[in-house]
């Protein structure tokens, strides 16, 4: 089994999100940066748990800069066995994609992985893009993954249910929650991952076409109206006349 | 010309749909084209697409479309584009429709959009707002390619049904053989799913143990809300994970989320801080959630959750 696994930087969960001063930026001073976590706790994690059981190696791949490393290099110290860089700062999904496929075509990859979105852009487009790029069937939202011989058995959330999916290797999927659990890196691994290999490549070219142009914070709640809780006969007016939602 | 591909789980059209059609009317206004519905398979009353903009409808069936495969309902679509000359293709950002946006966008090298939740404008080439950073800030996105592939977020504008009914004709396209083998299938009936439910009833660990969720369905059920938990009540089993909304389960952006003994951690409010208007029912008035809420009762649920059950079906017997 080769397994690749596509790992992205997000801020941190609970970090505070702001702009520069015309709104065109992300103002990542001071952010706390990690992997993302559908990256880390289902894609990866599940990759590394077949690779126990089937034999074989999780290769980690990332479209990002030096600065990047810091998040490769803990997928390592969970247990990646080597990892690419496309030397890129990633401006759209396409472009990722794009560069992710380009590396992926004469690797012969058996299975390629990611989460089912990043926490930053919410775009859950990659993985589409990566299998419509490469030609291969693209399983999203997968709970739950089994391979037997070339074959891969899955569980995949669909709108209000759920299916389980049969399908031939290699494919790629996005990973969610039910897929594994979070590993958290011993000291072993965190030395060992020093000396795994990060191979940089060069990004191919391709002009970002969709291109963000500005951000802005929502408005901040007015604060919230407290109702009595003998009251409730209070609340439904104030839902159905000052809200309008009933 | 404005191309809407409209899903039809079942061969039902539902709400998303409505809202995907009138969406793709409005941007086909803004551009000064047309605008065309596409379904797949077979679909009751496809005609009435047209009322909410829609000048032709095009439907296309295959056995080979009867399971769901991205790739064989992405090469129909974008057979179907080319066919037509759309160079605006809108989807559903449903689980399916997303998977289908992104390889329409890598297959035409086209620029994207996954979750626009407002009407676009024409400047920079089109330009669509989005939720980004997990409902924390919104960004507006320059498309400057020639084809442009937007998913619209549901709940994010009301279907409006102006016209009359459209013609349907039959479209030939190409359809491959998917590779995906769907085994079985498991979807719970009778209720709305929770991406597209306008009134959600969502409870949390303050409620104690499962044995107490009646009084959250007998409110759901007075409301015709559809129910919702927090994921530490999901992970301990007390309800279906399918239920689950917060960061790791489903974002919804309902225009009503009654949160009961959820204490508002921020993994939780970033599946839910899209909502229109939330109330927060929670006996601890340093719970955090209170800080995200429209209007707050600090109290306990159990006394208070029957008490809003009787106000809402009594406001209800008012109406009629």
Known sequence: MKILV???????????????????????????????PYDEWYALVRALELKETLGGTVTLIN?????????????LAIGGDDAVRIDAAPKSALFVAKQISAHAKSAGYDLIMLGKETIDYNGSEVGAMVAEYMDMPYVSYATKLDIAGSTATLMRDIEGGEEEIEVDLPFVLSAAKGMAEQRIPNMRGIMMA??????????????????VTSY??????????????????????????????? | MVLVYVESPKGKLKKAAFEAVTYGKKVAESLGVSCTALTIGAVDNAAQLGKYGASKVY??????????????????IADAAVQL???????????????????????????????????????????????????????????KSEMKIISLMGN????????????????????????????????????????????????????????????????????????????PV????????????????????????????????IQHLAGVNNSKVIVVINKDPEAPFFKAADYGVVGDAFEIVPRLTDAYKKFKASQH
């Open chain 1, 6 to 36: 596509c790992v992205s930087k997000t801020p941190d969960t609970t970090a505070k999100i702001s702009f520069n001063a015309d709104n065109t930026e992300f103002q990542s001073a001071g952010v706390q940066y990690i992997m993302n």
């Open chain 1, 63 to 75: 479209v990002g800069t030096a600065d990047d490393e810091q998040v490769i290099r803990k997928g």
């Open chain 1, 194 to 211: 020093k000396s795994k290999p990060i191979q940089v490549i060069p990004a191919v070219p391709f002009e970002d076409l969709s291109v």
């Open chain 1, 216 to 246: 802005e914070l929502p408005k901040a709640k007015s604060g919230v109206k407290l109702v009595q809780p003998e009251n409730m006969d209070e609340l439904v007016r104030l839902l159905h006349e000052e809200a309008k939602v009933i």
């Open chain 2, 59 to 76: 439907n296309t069936a295959d056995a080979l479309f009867t399971s769901f495969d991205s790739q064989v309902y992405t090469r129909a």
């Open chain 2, 85 to 143: 000359g759309a160079k605006t293709i809108v989807l559903c950002h449903s689980s399916s429709g997303k998977s289908i946006a992104g390889r329409l966008a890598a297959r035409f090298d086209a620029a994207s959009v996954s979750g626009a939740n407002a009407i676009p404008e024409v400047r920079n080439g089109l330009t669509v707002r989005k939720s980004v950073f997990s409902g924390k800030a919104v960004a507006e996105i320059a498309l």
């Open chain 2, 156 to 231: 994010s504008l009301q279907p409006e049904n102006i016209g009359a009914d459209a013609e349907v004709d039959s479209l030939s396209l190409n359809v491959i053989p998917g590779r995906i083998r769907v085994k079985s299938v498991k979807t719970q009936e009778g209720t709305v799913p929770l991406p597209e439910a306008e009134l959600v009833v969502s409870a949390g660990r303050g409620l104690k143990g499962p044995e107490n969720w009646g009084m959250v369905e007998d409110l759901a059920t007075a409301m015709n809300a559809t129910t919702a938990c927090s994921r």
């Open chain 2, 234 to 265: 999901a992970d301990a089993h007390w309800r279906p994970h399918h239920e689950h909304v917060g960061q790791t389960g489903v974002a919804i952006r309902p225009n009503l989320y009654i949160a009961i003994g959820i204490s508002g951690a």
